[in-house]
């Protein structure tokens, strides 16, 4: 199995910061790398696919970047509603597993 | 628009068998795989399988191998989850979500299920 390590698990930060949030994979995965949000109570919702390819609709302050084993979702300037935890999930190979998981506060 | 409705909530008893289901509209059902995703309480988003209604192809992650069975009956475009012998481990919100093709992302996903598994 593919494993995927986020980090960091927990990050608080105040509107208007750039946000980073990594994501690594055990083995590569060329670029079959997708980013999900969750609000608490709701299914998750795609953000990016393909590394770095933005979901339509999805506002243009989140960007994605990295191929192989090692990623990043960026938010260009955090907004409240970005308040939500954040997983990647690898597509290259079953099972197509997500990583634990980032939740990100509003100072 | 693309849609996954899941079915309702359930409250069930450990040993209890359960059936829950997933209907696909807006596309068609069979050309697209269907994933189930499991989320216990606070915890995060595991994967467990996925079916591809067009030929009934299977995949399981091997935590989920014979826990659960996935099934779809494409003339309903529908898909199945289901447990034969409950246990409280199971009490967890279940989601489907609909893969593009294969090396391919979720989207959409369904509103979720909230099964609870309690004596």
């Known amino acids: 199995d593919i494993h995927l390590t986020q980090s960091p698990s927990f990050l608080s930060a105040s509107v208007g910061d750039r946000v980073t949030i990594t994501c690594r994979a055990s083995q590569g995965i060329s670029s079959y790398l997708a980013w999900y949000q969750q609000k608490p109570g709701k299914a998750p919702k795609l953000l990016i696919y393909?590394?770095?390819t933005l979901q339509s609709g999805v506002p243009s302050r989140f960007s994605g970047s990295g191929s192989g084993t090692e990623f990043t979702l960026t938010i260009g300037s955090l907004q409240p509603e970005d308040s939500a935890t954040y997983y990647c999930?690898?597509?290259?190979?079953?099972?197509?597993?997500f990583g634990g998981g980032t939740k990100v506060e509003i100072k | 628009e693309v849609q996954l409705v899941q079915s309702g909530a359930e409250v069930k008893k450990p040993g209890e068998s359960l059936k829950i289901s997933c209907k696909g509209s807006g596309y068609s059902f069979s050309n697209y795989w269907i994933g189930w995703v499991r989320q216990m309480p606070g915890k995060g988003l595991e994967w467990m399988g996925i079916?591809?209604?067009?030929?009934?192809?299977?995949r399981y992650s091997p935590s989920f191998q014979g826990q659960v069975t996935i099934s779809a009956d494409k003339s309903i475009s529908t898909a199945y989850l289901q447990w034969s012998s409950l246990q409280a481990s199971d009490t967890a919100i279940y989601y489907c979500?609909?893969?593009?093709?294969?090396?391919?992302?979720?989207?959409?996903w369904g509103q979720g299920t909230l099964v609870t598994v309690s004596s």
């Open positions: 393909a590394a770095s």
């Open positions: 979500a609909r893969r593009g093709g294969q090396l391919e992302w979720f989207d959409p």
């Open positions: 999930q690898q597509l290259s190979s079953y099972p197509l597993t």
């Open positions: 079916i591809y209604p067009g030929d009934s192809d299977t």
